[in-house]
């Protein structure tokens, strides 16, 4: 079991001759070296004096310096940051001269290799630029996807728990649903109920995707579909998950509102059907992601719904939502043990049944071991 010591330890030693300096700011790459967890995000940008600098400074042989501005060192209360080098930019101190003094302590010069997160403010890198002549950027996150790619038997036992919170979220929800609530009741559900299961949020925008003849197909207009009553015969399908300890989960089950037809019940079966031959194919160290995408998709092509299959099979996931590599054709990533991968497939149809189930799948050599599997039935509301 790797702790945050030996990640930064580990990720000190792969980076001499790689970049002369890593700035991570706070997010998911800080987040998996030091347990500095982030907080939930906001829609619209809420910064404060110097905020271009909050983040960790990293140099090969050197102590890590964590810069952050008063605002957030007072009232962020960031954990995790005992015995670090911790410095605090006052709200009328100049982050310039703060920055500059740390370069010059590292040793940071004319032309440097400065890596930074894939998810930096580009704000960040411009006042980089400004101040060491000759700077050349490169992805810190790529940097550490080595170590991040296989999770350890910590950060397995971590998204196993925030499979269980996500689960007993989907179970109260259920035990709520009723004919005649609209989209946004449930996915106010959804949210309210994760929180109160221990989730510090969702991970992800909750969403819902329905259909029947007379709810067509929505993606990404929330406002006109929140108001819309499920009323029969509607397939429901739950695309959700909970937040634990720094890390995400997704999830997804389908629900029947009135009684299922004969097709609803097939596309059903079909989507569990290929989502264990997905699991089954999920073998350490035999398969490339795009054979185990193969396989499940097969399941729903052999049936005559391959185009209503619109996405790939899944993606790996831990420190965030949608990591790499992915399951989908054209990536021949070797699957190895520890990764952690979603298989969700999906039957899409405007108008008319749909279906989908996901869960967060464990590659391991004789299969995936999935870290969830409750909610196996269609779930019927009537």
Known sequence: MASYADRMSRFQGMIDGKADLIFFPMGTDLDYLTGIHRDIPNYGRNLHPGM???????????????TLPRMTAEFGAPGGTDGMDVRVLGDWDDPREMVSGILKDLGIGVGAVIAVSDDAEAESLIELQELVDGVRFASGTDLLRPLRVIKDDDEIAKMREAGE???????????????????????AEVDYQMKKHGSLGPSFTTSLYNTSP???????????????????????????????????????????IGAPSEEQVLVHKLIMDSQRAGIVALKAGEVTCEAVDKAARDVLVDAGYGAAFRHRLGHAIGWDVHEPPFLT??????????????????????????????????????????????????????
């Open 329 to 382: 054709k054209g990536d021949e990533t070797l699957v190895q043990e520890g990764m952690i991968f979603t298989i969700e497939p999906s039957i899409f149809q405007d108008r008319k049944v749909s279906a989908r189930v996901e869960d967060c799948i464990v590659a391991r050599p004789g299969g995936g071991e999935a870290l969830t599997s409750g909610f196996q039935d269609l779930i019927v509301i009537e």
């Open 214 to 256: 007379h709810h067509p197909l929505e993606f990404g207009n929330k406002l006109a579909s929140w108001p819309r009553v499920l009323t029969p015969p509607t397939s429901v399908l739950f695309d959700f998950g909970a937040v634990h300890d720094g890390m995400c989960y997704d999830f997804g089950r389908t629900v029947c």
């Open 165 to 187: 919170i996500t689960e007993k979220a989907f179970a109260a929800v259920i035990a709520q649903m009723k004919v005649g609530m609209t989209e946004l009741d449930v996915s």
């Open 52 to 66: 271009w600098l909050e983040g960790m400074w990293l140099a090969p042989g050197r102590d890590p310096i964590l």
